[in-house]
């Protein structure tokens, strides 16, 4: 049983680029959440995704945005990249119905923006 | 605002000794918390949870912790330390929102166990 599966590992952008992180969830999962977790810093809440919309959203600008697929997997898009950007994001998964509400975490996409 | 506090920036212990990293949190309603395991350049492994019931929980790898109403704590704690146990720690708790429900993390506990 695979767990949650994120890509690329690593990733190095120019400021203003474009980016675009991958994720799959764990099998029997249908909501995925991201945060970013910069250095020294615990993970900070972007936005979660359940029925390919967004629910919840944390406090991040519109240049963060997201997508879930049918088959659960989801992307994070961040534009215009700025140097603060420079992060780990983590892509954690859950399954919405039921009495389990621990979020299962991918080993994370390590982005450099320079 | 819901928040968790990790007093403590780093937690040193020698191998075989108990260990305890602290935790405190501040959240509307019943909390629902959250013990994670960070290891260098790796995601976030589950330990364990406080929904309700027993206030001491059980976990993975010999953890527990003490959920603790009137302190606002949840610590985490194991009878003996391993070398391997070395790594950061993240308490979290669980922002209700109706059925979501993001998780608002503490800024992180590195332990060390030295042998």
Redesign the interface.
């Known amino acids: 049983d695979a767990g949650?599966t994120?890509s690329p590992t690593h990733l190095i952008k120019t400021r203003g680029q474009q980016v675009t992180l991958r994720c799959s969830p764990k099998s029997g999962h249908d909501?995925v959440?991201w945060?970013q977790q910069a250095l020294?810093?615990?993970?900070?809440?972007i936005f979660?995704y359940?029925e390919e919309e967004e629910?919840?959203r944390?406090n991040f600008p519109d240049r963060f945005s997201g997508h879930q697929f049918p088959n659960y997997s989801s992307e994070l898009n961040v534009n215009a990249l700025l140097l603060g950007d420079s992060a780990l994001y983590?892509c954690?998964s859950r399954r919405?119905e039921g009495?389990s509400?621990?979020?299962?975490?991918?080993?994370?996409t390590?982005l450099t923006v320079t | 605002a819901q928040s968790?506090a990790q007093p403590e920036d780093q937690v040193n212990v020698a191998e075989g000794n108990p260990l305890t990293v602290k935790c405190t949190y501040s959240v509307s309603g019943n909390p629902?918390l959250?013990w994670?395991v960070q290891y260098p350049?790796?995601?976030?492994?589950?330990l364990l949870?406080y929904?309700t019931g027993d206030n001491l929980v059980k976990g993975s790898y010999g953890f527990e912790a003490e959920f603790n109403k009137s302190q606002t704590s949840f610590h985490l704690k194991k009878p003996s330390a391993l070398v391997s146990d070395s790594a950061l720690y993240?308490c979290?708790v669980?922002a209700y929102?109706?059925?979501?429900?993001?998780?608002?993390?503490?800024?992180?506990t590195t332990l060390q166990v030295k042998p």
Not at chain 2, 41 to 46: A, E, K, M, P, T
Not at chain 2, 97 to 108: E, R, V
Request: charge should be positive.
């Open positions: 949650v994120q909501t959440s945060y020294g810093q615990g993970p900070q809440f979660q359940y629910r919840q944390g983590l954690a919405l009495m509400y621990e979020q299962y975490f991918g080993p994370g390590r | 968790v629902y959250f994670y350049n790796r995601g976030l492994q589950f949870k929904i993240f979290a669980r929102s109706g059925n979501t429900g993001k998780l608002i993390f503490g800024q992180g």
